[in-house]
């Protein structure tokens, strides 16, 4: 089996789902690539080598450039925040290198053209890390919809509601806060929450033609950590918009930091014509399922547990009856990925797939200042 070096750029949060999805893929999945954790890339050394030594990194690296251009590295993972992606994607693509992203790729849809200018010319494999995507119950509910068993589609529903930033105590900037932060963060709950929301939407239900939206900031200033100073909060702290897709059908797209009680609630619903499907990431290995084609007597919601060998990924875990969680997504994603490279294919969400969730998220952030309907960019 050939063996994939990744050169990993960032030891966070994400820095630990992907080092994870990593060493494990190749336990679970029949894959054409043996994935080593060859460099870990942080500023700070110290913990840059604690982080190698517990994941099994082989060397550690302060500066991505070397990284970049060290001819040991195959793949750069960029999970640093959102400032960092495009200068390194575009590094990366540039020194021939496959390239895996965190999302939002970029902070916006000019900062993602640029990056998917640079793979598409370098023609190296990449892909974004909207990992919600594969969920085996949000897999499943995108079989079902191309099989056409929900009929014309009407409706589009997702939430994605947090609770973390209410205290007006809660500095901006820095390590942890750097959401908080406009400059490094591109926008708000809009780039952060909702991207994903629109990844999968669009995954499920077309291209998204056109937006209305709201958005607030709650907190108008907070002490910055890198600064010391008070200074204007630039980010939106709650976004709300409506959509209407190409496909004809409606949304309502709602994120939020400031849902006091929810941490991490990420819900979609799809109402067609002869079905509808519901999902929550607080009980994701469930699909809520109705098919007005059951016989009127029995007909109801369902509660499906994603736990069957028949269901998508599940094959590959443990038994029927026996869940799989948050993690297993990001094995799933680098599953496909190397698959994927493994049969000369684009991985999706490719970079491209990136640029159309920044584009929608651009459209948002638009409506909003300008209070009026706006078109999502068309692209070739
Ligand atoms: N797919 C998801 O569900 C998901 C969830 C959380 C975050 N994210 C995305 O992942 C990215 C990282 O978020 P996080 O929550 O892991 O952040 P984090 O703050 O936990 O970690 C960021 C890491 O990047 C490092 N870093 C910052 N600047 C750097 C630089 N110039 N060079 C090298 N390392 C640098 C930091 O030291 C830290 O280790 C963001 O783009 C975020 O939007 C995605």
């Not at 400032?83 to 540039?94: S, Y």
């Not at 799809?270 to 290995?285: C, P, R, V």
């Amino acid at each position: 089996m050939k063996k994939l070096r990744i050169g990993m750029i960032g030891y966070g949060f994400m820095g630990r789902t992907h080092s994870n999805a990593f060493r494990s893929v190749n336990n679970f999945f029949d894959v054409p690539y043996e994935p080593v954790l060859q460099t870990i890339c942080a500023r700070n050394e110290e913990r840059a080598g604690k982080f190698a030594s517990n994941w099994g990194f082989a060397s550690t690296e302060t500066d991505w450039r070397k990284v970049v251009a060290s001819p040991d590295i195959d793949l750069i993972d960029i999970a640093s925040p959102n400032d960092t992606h495009a200068e390194i994607a575009i590094a990366a693509a540039e020194a021939g290198k496959m390239v895996m992203c965190e999302k939002p790729l970029g902070r916006n849809g000019a900062e993602s053209e640029a990056i998917v200018d640079a793979v598409e010319k370098a023609g190296v494999p990449n892909m974004v890390w909207y990992n919600y995507r594969r969920v085996p119950a949000v897999t499943l509910a995108k079989q079902l919809i191309d099989e056409g068993r929900l009929g014309r589609i009407f409706h589009y529903r997702a939430k994605f509601l947090q609770d973390w930033t209410i205290s007006t105590d809660l500095p901006q900037g820095g390590e942890g806060l750097w959401r908080l932060d406009v400059k490094v963060a591109g926008s708000g709950v809009t780039g952060d929450l909702l991207a994903h929301c629109i990844d999968t939407a669009m995954w499920l239900n077309g291209g998204i033609e056109e937006v209305s939206a709201v958005t607030e900031t709650f907190i108008k200033s907070r002490k910055h950590n890198l600064t010391g100073a008070v200074e204007p909060v630039g980010i939106d702290d709650a976004s709300l918009f409506l959509a209407r897709f190409k496909n004809g059908s409606l949304a309502t797209f709602e994120a939020t930091r400031y849902a006091r009680g929810h941490k991490a609630l990420y819900t979609l619903e799809i109402n067609g014509e002869d079905a509808s499907i519901m999902w929550d990431l607080h009980d994701l290995h469930r699909l809520q399922y109705f098919d007005h084609k059951d016989e009127g007597r029995l007909r109801g919601w369902k509660n499906v547990h994603i736990t069957d060998r028949e269901h998508p990924y599940m094959a590959n875990w443990w038994v029927p009856g026996l869940q799989i969680g948050y993690e297993h997504t990001f094995i799933h994603q680098v599953a496909d990925f190397l698959t994927a490279v493994g049969g000369g294919k684009a991985a999706p969400p490719t970079f491209r797939d990136g640029l159309a969730t920044d584009d929608v998220t651009d459209a948002v952030l638009q409506a909003a200042a300008t209070r009026s309907w706006t078109k999502v960019k068309e692209r070739a």
